[in-house]
């Protein structure tokens, strides 16, 4: 099993940047595939990224392509995401989750959130006009 927390969300202004931590515990953190979503009252949980158990494959929403980048240090437990040129549209609250990763993904992470078996709080990150 696997409790996922997140933190570095907060306020920020048009075109900064924030990144987001996602911490985990387990012993088996490095065989689970990570992934960012992001949800706004009133609509539906959408996927942000998602990175492969290794580390090797990564996937991006097309909202978030080139400004967007997730990463994770496996000897630390520990997945980001390094938001940059930040827009108002951007503003959510922000979720990682995990799912463990199977030979026959064929190695790229999973966008579909049923995939996801573990789910942290979510941390909110706000941006400004």
């Known amino acids: 099993q696997v409790q996922l927390v997140e933190s570095g969300g907060g306020l920020v202004q048009a075109g900064g940047s924030l990144r987001l931590s996602c911490a985990a515990s387990?012993?088996?953190?490095?065989?689970?595939?990570l992934g960012w979503f992001r949800q706004t009252p009133g609509k539906e949980r959408e996927f942000v990224a998602a990175?492969?158990?290794?580390?090797?494959?990564?996937d991006y929403a097309d909202s978030v392509q080139g400004r967007f980048t997730i990463s994770r240090d496996n000897a630390k437990n520990t997945a980001y995401l390094q938001m940059n040129s930040l827009k108002p549209e951007d503003t959510a609250a922000y979720s990682c989750?995990?799912?463990?990763?199977?030979?026959?993904?064929?190695?790229?992470?999973?966008?579909?959130?049923?995939?996801?078996?573990?789910w942290g709080q979510g941390t909110q990150v706000t941006v400004s006009p």
């Open positions: 989750a995990a799912y463990p990763a199977s030979p026959f993904d064929g190695g790229s992470p999973a966008r579909r959130i049923s995939r996801y078996v573990y």
């Open positions: 990175i492969s158990a290794g580390g090797g494959h990564t």
């Open positions: 387990g012993r088996t953190f490095r065989t689970y595939a």
